[in-house]
T-cell receptor, first 115, second 114 residues
Framework: NAGVMQNPRHLVRRRGQEARLRCSPM?????VYWYRQLPEEGLKFMVY????????ESGMPKERFSAEFPKEGPSILRIQQVVRGDSAAYFC?????????????FGPGTRLTVT | GNSVTQMEGPVTLSEEAFLTINCTYT??????LFWYVQYPGEGLQLLLK?????DKGSNKGFEATYRKETTSFHLEKGSVQVSDSAVYFC?????????????FGKGTKLSVKP
């Protein structure tokens, strides 16, 4: 059973460009979470999605950031007009249920560098 | 709101030393508590968890006990190895409006020297 997959692993963008980060959850998991890890900091929740629905986006900046999890295909985190402060590692995690007692399985992350 | 505080690193130990990484939390209700480990360049892996008071999670020689009276979930290992060098994150997840979302501490970097 393949784990959570993310691509690309590394992404370099110039200021003003768009970044698209992809996440394929574990087979059978329909709950996806995105987290951001800024340098020397812990992970911060951004958004929680189920298939075709954004359930909780309370941790996502209101401007320039969006997320989706279509019926078919991976979940996408999209950052428009990137700025240097967006440089971070972005992790997605999946879970079989939205239950606090359940483990979340993390992908290897996408490390975004904005130049 | 809910929060997690863990001891600042880095922590440097010699092989076979005893390890404690302190973690305390603030939460309403009865959260689940987790320790995740992150090796260089990788994602997070669950190390252990506890879902109710007085539960002890254990894995690979690591242990942590869910102490509701002190709101703590300290990570311990009796004899660390070089291969334990990593960043350790304490986290909680609770019921309610942000159900299931993990709240992390800032992480503690552990270096074990041979």
């Amino acid at each position: 059973n393949a784990g959570v997959m993310q691509n690309p692993r590394h992404l370099v963008r110039r200021r003003g460009q768009e970044a698209r980060l992809r996440c394929s959850p574990m087979k059978g998991h329909s709950h996806v979470y995105w987290y951001r890890q800024l340098p020397e900091e812990g992970l911060k929740f951004m958004v929680y999605l189920q298939k075709e629905n954004i359930i909780d986006e309370s941790g996502m900046p209101k401007e320039r950031f969006s997320a989706e999890f279509p019926k078919e295909g991976p979940s996408i985190l999209r950052i428009q007009q990137v700025v240097r402060g967006d440089s971070a590692a972005y992790f997605c995690a999946s879970s079989p249920r939205r239950d606090p007692s359940y483990e979340q399985y993390f992908g290897p992350g996408t490390r975004l560098t904005v130049t | 709101g809910n929060s997690v505080t863990q001891m600042e690193g880095p922590v440097t130990l010699s092989e076979e030393a005893f390890l404690t990484i302190n973690c305390t939390y603030t939460a309403t209700g009865y959260p689940s508590l987790f320790w995740y480990v992150q090796y260089p360049g990788e994602g997070l892996q669950l190390l252990l968890k506890a879902t109710k008071a007085d539960d002890k999670g254990s894995n690979k020689g690591f242990e942590a006990t869910y102490r509701k009276e002190t709101t703590s979930f300290h990570l311990e290992k009796g004899s660390v190895q070089v291969s334990d060098s990593a960043v350790y994150f304490c986290a909680l997840s609770s019921y309610g409006g942000s159900q299931g979302n993990l709240i992390f501490g800032k992480g503690t970097k552990l270096s074990v020297k041979p």
